[in-house]
DNA sequence: CAGTATCCTTTACGATACTG
DNA sequence: CAGTATCGTAAAGGATACTG
């Protein structure tokens, strides 16, 4: 097993695994690693590529990418200034994963939805 | 490109891809799976696992989980009654991604912190 | 034991207006 | 263009008490 793997029980609040995860299983976050997946995109493109997704909120998780490191924010002067974000090489690893978990829950949501119909039924 | 694996754009709110995510990425719905990994658990020994969860919450998110089919819930008469939550074929699955997130976020959590020290001292 | 019910606080988020 | 600031709402969650 490898060594703090295991974020239940014990650690708790101080988990390093909890405190990763957090910050990156959200709805948002992974919204915008998806769509950096195929390269750098402006602000502005980011919004428009997620479609519901509000500049405030936007903003908050893109700071919080740039802060642990999955993206770099890089401003070239204007007017008007644009600001491109792009994967870094653990933005990219994440996005691996959660391409996987996307591409499981496309593969799934047929027998979901069916699970969810036989249970409410009852 | 598998078809419906782009939760960006379009989609946006009746996005199957994305209703499936929205329950199974979360804090509680993740650890109640990895809790389960290796064999059933009763009510009272999953909420010890987990370690900080009320009951109120516990509830909710198994019942989530349950409706969507991720585990089954059995109840064995009493008195004192017991119920067992074991994941279904499907549950074990969305554990084999989930546990890969964790292994990467165990291996990825110190470069996380040293990038938040450096992005903090700015 | 395994919940339900109630209340209350915190957090996330949307909407809108403003700015270098 | 890419934000920031402010306000208000809604959902998530904690604490506690009660029950078959």
């Known amino acids: ?29 992974t919204l915008i690693v998806l769509a950096l997946g195929d390269g750098a995109l402006r602000f502005g493109e980011l919004k428009r590529a997620i479609g519901d997704v509000t500049q405030r909120v ?26 491109h974000y792009e994967l870094t090489e653990m933005g990219q690893e994440l996005r691996v994963l959660q391409k996987k978990m996307v591409i499981w829950a496309a593969e799934s949501h047929l027998a979901v939805k069916q699970n969810r119909e036989a249970y409410d039924a009852v």
């Open 1 to 29: 097993m490898v060594k703090g793997t295991t974020p239940t029980n014990e650690n708790v609040d101080n988990c390093p695994v909890r405190q990763v995860l957090a910050k990156v299983t959200g709805k948002w976050q």
């Open 58 to 83: 936007l903003t908050e998780n893109l700071r919080s990418l740039e802060r642990d490191g999955y993206l770099t924010r890089t401003v070239k002067a204007g007017p008007p200034v644009s600001v």
